[in-house]
C-alpha cells in the first residue's frame, strides 16, 4: 500500500463520518462544524486528483464563505442554541426512500462504468492557464462561464436591493 | 552540492538516506521528510514570536515615549520568557457551559489556519512548497483563522464572544474582497500563481508597478489581522477583550502567539508579492542570503503595522464597513482593470518601461482619488444637518465681549 493509498483511506474515513455526524448530532453549530470537516475531506481528494485549483474553490467557497454564513445564520436565529426536538421531520419516510434510490443507483452507475485500470494520460502541470483559456474561450465555456456571471450579479443587486432602507417613503 | 549552496537540499538528502538505509520504502521516507519539514517550519516560526513579542512591546513603548521591557536581560531581551514561564503555570479555566471540545479546538484552529500560510512562502531560492495555486492558497486557509475565532466566541458562551465573533466574520468577510484584488495584481503581472514565481518574475519590485496595490494590500490585511485601527474584535472599551475573554493560561496563550504570527505573516506575504521576497544582490548563490533579505522585508512591513497600532486610534464599525465596501473595493477593481488593459499595450517596452508606465497611472489614479474625495468631502459637507458640536454654535454666537478695560488699565 502506497502513501497515496493509505492518505485516501484516512480522508474517505473522516469524510463519511462527518457526514454522518452532520445529520445525527442535535446540535445545529456542530453539524455545521462536521459539515465544514466533510467538506474539507473533499477539498484533500481534489487535491489527491492533482486538481489543485479546485481544491482551492472548495476552501475558498464552500468553507470560507458558505459554511461561516451558515454558522453566522444559527447564531443569529437561535435562541438555543442547543435543539432538544425531535430530529426527524414528518416525512422522514419518504426521505429515506428517496435517498436510498439515490444510493442505489450511484452505486448501479458507478458498478455499470469499466474505469481503466491505469491512468489514461498524464494530468498536465500548469493546469490554471488552460482552465483560464478555457473560460474565456469562444470554442470553450465563455457562454456558461457568463451566465453564471450575470446570475451572481442578479443576486448581489437583489440583495441590494433587499437590504435597501429607503428614506422620505 | 555544497552546505551553502543548498543548505536544506544537504539535510533533506542526508536524511533520506538515512531512513532508506533503515529498511524503510521510498514512498514513507517521502512522507516522513515532509512531516518533519513541515514540524521543523511550524516550530521555528512559532518560537520565532517570542522575539516579536519582545520587538513590539518595545517599538510601541517608543511609540508612547516609555522604554518598554528593560528589566529582565539585556535590552529586556528575556521578558517574553518570563512572561511565557508565568502564563504557563496559569490555569486553564473552562467556563461550566462552555462547549467544551470547540472551546478547545477554536485556538488551535486559529493558530493552524496561520501557521499553514508558512507552507507556501518561498523563503529562500528553491525552497519551499512551490504549489501552483499558492497565491489562492494564502486566502484559502485564512479561512481558517476565521472559523477559529468565531469557534472560540460561540463555545465561550458568554455574549461579548459572541458579540465579538459576529464583528469579525463580518470583517474578515468584507476586507478579504480587496485582499483577493489587490493580491491578484502581482499575480496578473507575474503571470503565475505560484509564489516562487511571483518572486522569481520581480526583476523590478512590484511595488514600482503597484504602490496602490500595495497600500490597498497592507490595509487590507491589517484589517483582516484585526489590528488597531481594525481591532474591533477585541475593543477593551465595548466588548471587554471580545472572543478570548474566557481563555485562559497556555489556550490564551495560543490566541496571543496566532495573532503576533498572524501580523508577522502578512508581513512576509507583502514582502513576497510586492518587496521582492528573496531578491537581493547573492542571493542565488548563498540561499541563506537571501533568507536574510526576505526577513528584513518582512520586518518593513512588519514595523509598519506596529506604526499604525501605535498611532491610530480605533475606528467606529460603520467607518470600517463603508471604508472596505465604497472606498477600497472599488478603487482595487479600477486598480485591476486599469493594470490588466495597460499591461497589454506595454508588454514591449522592456523591463523599467514597463515598470514606470505602471507607475505613472498609479499616480494618475492617486491624483484623481485625492480629487474625488476631496469632491465628496465638500457635498457631504454641505448636505451635513446643522448639530450641535464642540466649538461650534447652532444658534446665534454670543456677542464677543469687548475687551476695553485691560486696555484702559494698561
Redo the contacts between chains.
Sequence with gaps: MTAMQIVFILTAVVTLFAALRVVTTPNMIHAALWLIVALFGVAVFYLLLSASFLAMAQIIVYIGAIAILMMFVIMLTRREMRDRGPQTGPQWKWAAILSALLFGGLVWMVKSVSLPASPVAEVPESSIADLGRALVSPNGFVIPFEVASVLLLAALIGAVYVAWTRRNS | MGILSQPIGVIAEWLRNLFLGWGLSE??T??LLYLIGAGVLATLVQVWVIFLIWFERKIIGRFQDRLGPNRVGPYGLLQPFADLIKIITKEVIIPRDA?KA?YLLGPIIMDAGVLAIWAVIPLMPMVGMD???AA??T??????A??GI??AG?ASNNKFA?LS??RT?AQM?SY?VPTVLALLIPVMLAGT?SLQGIVEAQHVWYIVFAPLAFVIYFIASVAEVGRTPFDLLEAESEIVAGFHIEYSGMVFAIFYVGDFLHAFTIGALGAVLFLGGWRGPGAETFPLLGLLYLWIKAFLVYFLVVWARGSLPRVRIDQMMDFSWKFLTPLALILLVVAAVLDHFVMGFGMWGRALSHFAANVVIAVLTLRYLDHYDKVRESKRRMVAQPGQYPVARPPVPVETSTEAAS
Design positions: 514512498g514513507l517521502t512522507v462547549d470547540v504549489v501552483n495555486v489562492l492558497y486566502i484559502a486557509v485564512g479561512a481558517f476565521t472559523l468565531l469557534m460561540w459572541l465573533a459576529f466574520v468577510i478579504e500563481m
